[in-house]
């Protein structure tokens, strides 16, 4: 020490000091930070980029601060925001169940079940869903909706002809005149998904409600031989704010076909019934004329 102190004794010594815990603690957190950052912007790029699945964005999940109904005569249960409330409606002709769900009353889901046609579900799902076509363009139309052929997968704000221009629906095969559009299918009508392994359909458009802009969604779902439709309306200023529950709503439905569990055997039994014999000579009586 003495030695090398002799040789350079022009120039200060500076003898290294040892640094708190603090200073590593600070450079460990402001490393922390940095990956943090990167991997959020990481995050945010892939989103931009890639996106995630719209349907599954567009028809959410039902939260945990909810109500829940069951139909003991139909065997189907929905949940519905605790804010809302349930309203028990009155069944049109052909129709098994009727329930509103209120927010206020301008924005409400109705909810309508109704057994198919049997020669619609012989069908199958082909005939089903030509059956949906005509049910909810019927429906777009009383309404005061229009309809065109546009993409249904888009928000109806930007979706051609649904409350804008109004076009007809013409018949296959006889060609388009102008300002018209061939029938419109399935899949131009609606935005197809899944709820509890059944088939649901869903459209969305606008009309001109006693003179104020409405948003409409008409939303179907398949269960067997069975119909749960569901029909969400808002002013248009405020449907992006509703629309999440909306599809909270449809989401949480689940069933169970009771009804043809517990349907009983309607078919005769003619076991050991004595059946009378008409025996026809090929005459008939002057008062009795031929069918």
Same mark, same amino acid.
């Given at each position: 020490?003495?030695?090398?102190?002799?040789?350079?004794?022009?120039?200060?010594?500076?003898?290294?000091?040892?640094?708190?815990?603090?200073?590593?603690?600070?450079?460990?957190?402001?490393?922390? %930070? $940095?990956?943090? +950052?990167? =991997?959020?912007?990481?995050? @945010?790029?892939?989103?931009?980029?890639? &996106?995630?699945?719209?349907?599954?964005?567009?028809?959410?999940?039902?939260?945990?601060?909810?109500?829940?109904?069951?139909?003991?005569?139909?065997?189907?249960?929905?949940?519905?925001?605790?804010?809302?409330?349930?309203?028990?409606?009155?069944?049109?002709?052909g129709e098994l169940a009727a329930l509103t769900f209120n927010l206020t009353s301008r924005k409400n889901m109705e909810l309508r079940v109704y057994q198919l046609d049997p020669?619609?579900?012989?069908?199958?799902?082909?005939?089903?869903?030509?059956? %949906? $076509?005509?049910? +909810?363009? =019927?429906?777009?139309?009383? @309404?005061?909706?229009?309809?065109?052929? &546009?993409?249904?997968?888009?928000?109806?704000?930007?979706?051609?002809?649904?409350?804008?221009?109004?076009?007809?629906?013409?018949?296959?095969?006889?060609g388009a005149a102008p300002g018209e559009t061939e029938e419109i299918t399935s899949e131009d009508m609606f935005t197809s998904t899944h709820i509890s392994d059944f088939p649901a359909f869903y459209t969305e458009f606008s009309a001109n409600t006693m003179g104020?802009?409405?948003?409409?969604?008409?939303?179907?779902?398949?269960?067997?031989?069975?119909?749960?439709?569901?029909?969400?309306?808002?002013?248009?200023?405020?449907?992006?704010?509703?629309?999440?529950?909306?599809?909270?709503?449809?989401?949480?439905?689940?069933?169970?076909?009771?009804?043809?569990?517990?349907?009983?055997?309607?078919?005769?039994?003619?076991?050991?019934?004595?059946?009378?014999?008409?025996?026809?000579?090929?005459?008939?009586?002057?008062?009795?004329?031929?069918?």
């Amino acid at each position: 020490m003495e030695s090398f102190l002799g040789e350079d004794s022009e120039h200060d010594i500076v003898i290294p000091r040892h640094r708190s815990f603090w200073f590593y603690l600070a450079i460990f957190s402001i490393v922390l %930070l $940095v990956l943090a +950052a990167f =991997a959020g912007a990481g995050y @945010l790029v892939y989103r931009i980029a890639w &996106g995630g699945d719209e349907s599954d964005q567009d028809e959410g999940t039902v939260e945990d601060t909810t109500q829940h109904y069951t139909d003991p005569e139909l065997g189907y249960g929905i949940s519905y925001p605790e804010n809302w409330s349930l309203e028990p409606g009155i069944p049109a002709e052909g129709e098994l169940a009727a329930l509103t769900f209120n927010l206020t009353s301008r924005k409400n889901m109705e909810l309508r079940v109704y057994q198919l046609d049997p020669i619609v579900s012989i069908g199958g799902i082909d005939a089903i869903e030509e059956y %949906l $076509v005509e049910d +909810a363009t =019927a429906r777009i139309l009383a @309404l005061g909706g229009q309809l065109d052929a &546009g993409d249904a997968s888009q928000p109806s704000g930007s979706r051609p002809g649904y409350g804008q221009e109004e076009t007809a629906v013409v018949p296959p095969g006889e060609g388009a005149a102008p300002g018209e559009t061939e029938e419109i299918t399935s899949e131009d009508m609606f935005t197809s998904t899944h709820i509890s392994d059944f088939p649901a359909f869903y459209t969305e458009f606008s009309a001109n409600t006693m003179g104020e802009e409405t948003e409409f969604l008409l939303y179907y779902i398949v269960a067997g031989d069975y119909i749960f439709f569901f029909q969400g309306r808002a002013p248009a200023n405020e449907f992006e704010d509703v629309r999440p529950q909306f599809f909270s709503i449809t989401r949480s439905l689940t069933w169970e076909d009771i009804l043809n569990d517990q349907a009983p055997d309607k078919t005769p039994d003619i076991s050991g019934v004595r059946t009378p014999v008409i025996i026809f000579n090929g005459s008939f009586p002057r008062s009795v004329g031929r069918v």
